[in-house]
């Protein structure tokens, strides 16, 4: 999987491309959000519209991250899931959990 961050105004914005599995790419992430946030960036959102397969680890990935940032008094949203994706967070309740829209720039906007 590979990270690309940009930044809109005051939100940062990173897109995941490839397959959401968890393992060593769980550790990026959650040392990435950890410089975010040392660098005052607290307002997240993730881009996963080139996401193409998540599993449980990658799941759980997406939990940890969000735990972090509000751990540290921000948020993470998440935008543009595929249908295959939008539909895992469906079946797992996990969208009573983040916040879910179908573009970044709604994202950036709820902001």
């Given at each position: 999987?590979?990270?690309?961050?940009?930044?809109?105004?005051?939100?940062?914005?990173?897109?995941?491309?490839?397959?959401?599995?968890?393992?060593?790419?769980?550790?990026?992430?959650?040392?990435?959000?950890?410089?975010?946030?040392?660098?005052?960036?607290?307002?997240?959102?993730?881009?996963?519209?080139?996401?193409?397969?998540?599993?449980?680890?990658?799941?759980?990935?997406?939990?940890?991250?969000?735990?972090?940032?509000?751990?540290?008094?921000?948020?993470?949203?998440?935008?543009a899931p595929s249908k295959k994706i939008e539909n895992l967070l469906i079946i797992t309740k996990l969208v009573k959990v983040f916040d879910i829209f179908k573009t970044v720039k709604q994202?950036?906007?709820?902001?």
């Amino acid at each position: 999987m590979k990270f690309k961050i940009k930044e809109s105004q005051t939100i940062t914005i990173i897109s995941l491309d490839g397959k959401v599995m968890g393992g060593p790419d769980s550790t990026v992430l959650n040392d990435l959000l950890h410089k975010l946030i040392a660098d005052g960036k607290k307002k997240i959102v993730l881009d996963l519209k080139n996401v193409k397969l998540m599993n449980s680890s990658g799941l759980g990935m997406l939990i940890a991250a969000l735990t972090t940032m509000r751990n540290a008094s921000g948020d993470l949203k998440i935008a543009a899931p595929s249908k295959k994706i939008e539909n895992l967070l469906i079946i797992t309740k996990l969208v009573k959990v983040f916040d879910i829209f179908k573009t970044v720039k709604q994202a950036v906007e709820s902001y």
